[in-house]
């Protein structure tokens, strides 16, 4: 017996941690010893931008309401009835699908309802897909539920494979998790990328005989480059679930207000709306902030034309940093996130070089694509602008030791 303080599985989940906060609480101890204008921090994708000016006016409508009872009390486990009314119509417009309130649930943020939808959905031993690169955390997201993650590579331009994909499904098949705007890549999958993931989910769901559900992960919808229009999957496919945030496009990251869309036309559709609202309640989130949901309100359907122009403005200044110092990369066309290659493969290497250099990024290894590295352009502009000699040297060091 383990003389442990804590379980077997969470010593294994802590050795394994997070490389973006490890390299975040590096940048901390590099700041108190250097300073923090020295540091130029792209580990953390933490929107910096203010939210709008309307959540600012909630906030004071709401403050002036605290003598009314229970104003911050409970209410229902999925969210306020006006809230997810109003979430509905908003999104209907957004996911190209006639949505209603029975339609969509509000949790505790895009990563409290992927739990509570893992939760209602998965048996001990299913297996979940993802296209990597891919988000860190759906590891964990999906192990807290019993689920195996099942990571599988995907283009050379970073786009989903569906062969590759088809290949993988098997009958403990579950899920298949989509991140497009993707994190770290940037990459925005096309329309025709969705029909052929739709498609090989019909074939998969004939072949094993049960549904395989297609998540969608969309918290970076909002910043998408060039004129891109990110195409919708939740009419492609019956067993479609959106799961988002206002994190990204309300810089409301802190505030932990998420929510899933199920597709109308699902079979069963009631049974799992009442299992994700269950599941908000017997995880422990109980409901969505109130706060929250009020803010969440008063932002629907504000322009964010103004916080686009600031993130394509540095993406293109960062972009011809990296450039000059020699790194090479494709142009995000989504997010706020640069995924350039590592020199020979090495991406813990050139991560431990930049940071001698005061530069902050995260090896491709911890989203399952060792060789790259990812860098958060949510900095402010002096960040950027400060960080191109230390890419320079480090790029210049790097390439040295290797000759």
């Known amino acids: 017996m383990s003389s442990s303080v804590i379980s077997s599985a969470m010593e294994q989940n802590l050795s394994q941690g997070s490389m973006i906060r490890r390299m975040f609480e590096a940048g901390i101890e590099l700041k108190k010893k250097f300073g ?6 792209f580990s953390l994708g933490n929107p910096d931008l203010a939210p709008p000016a309307e959540a600012g006016t909630a906030m004071a409508e709401l403050a002036a309401r605290m003598k009314e009872p229970a104003v911050l009390g409970y209410m229902p486990n999925g969210g306020f009835a ?3 009314e109003q979430l509905a119509a908003w999104l209907s417009e957004q996911q190209k699908t006639a949505l209603t309130a029975s339609d969509v649930v509000i949790g505790c943020g895009a990563a409290g ?8 959905v998965l048996e001990p031993g299913d297996e979940v897909l993802v296209s990597a690169p891919f988000f860190g955390e759906y590891r964990f997201y999906t192990g ?3 689920g195996v993650l099942r990571p599988v590579p995907c283009r050379p331009d970073f786009g989903p494979d569906t062969a590759a994909l088809e290949a993988a499904v098997t009958p403990r098949t579950r899920a298949l998790i989509i991140n497009s705007p993707n994190n770290p890549s940037g990459a925005v999958y096309s329309k025709e990328d969705l029909d052929a993931v739709a498609a090989m989910l019909e074939r998969a769901y004939a072949r094993i005989g049960r549904p395989i559900y297609l998540v969608c992960d969309e918290p970076y919808r909002f910043p998408a480059y060039d004129g891109i229009a990110v195409p919708s999957a939740l009419p492609l496919y019956r067993y479609a679930v959106v799961i988002s945030s206002f994190a990204k496009n309300y810089g409301m990251a802190g505030e932990r207000v998420g929510y899933i869309a ?3 036309a699902m079979e069963d559709k009631e049974k799992l709306v009442d299992s994700l609202i269950f599941s908000n309640r017997v995880l422990g989130f109980v409901n969505p ?3 929250g949901q009020y803010l969440m309100a008063a932002c629907l359907g504000t322009s964010t034309d103004e916080a686009l122009a600031i993130y394509r403005h540095r993406r293109d200044r960062l972009a011809a940093i990296l450039s000059d110092a020699g790194f090479e990369y494709t142009l995000p066309k989504g997010t706020f996130y640069f995924f350039p290659k590592a020199p020979f493969g090495d991406d813990k290497g050139i991560v431990d070089v930049l940071a001698k250099h005061l530069v902050l990024a995260v090896p491709g290894s911890g989203f399952g694509c ?3 590295i990812r860098l958060s352009f949510a900095v402010d502009d002096a960040v950027i602008e400060n960080s191109a000699e230390g890419f320079k040297k480090a790029m210049a060091e790097y390439m040295a030791s290797r000759k």
């Open 144 to 146: 807290n539920h019993g």
């Open 82 to 84: 006006w809230a997810r």
């Open 262 to 264: 199920v597709n109308p």
């Open 289 to 291: 902030p109130v706060v």
């Open 370 to 372: 060792p060789g790259y």
């Open 36 to 41: 923090a204008d020295a540091v130029c921090d």
């Open 113 to 120: 309802v992927m739990n509570a939808f893992f939760h209602s």
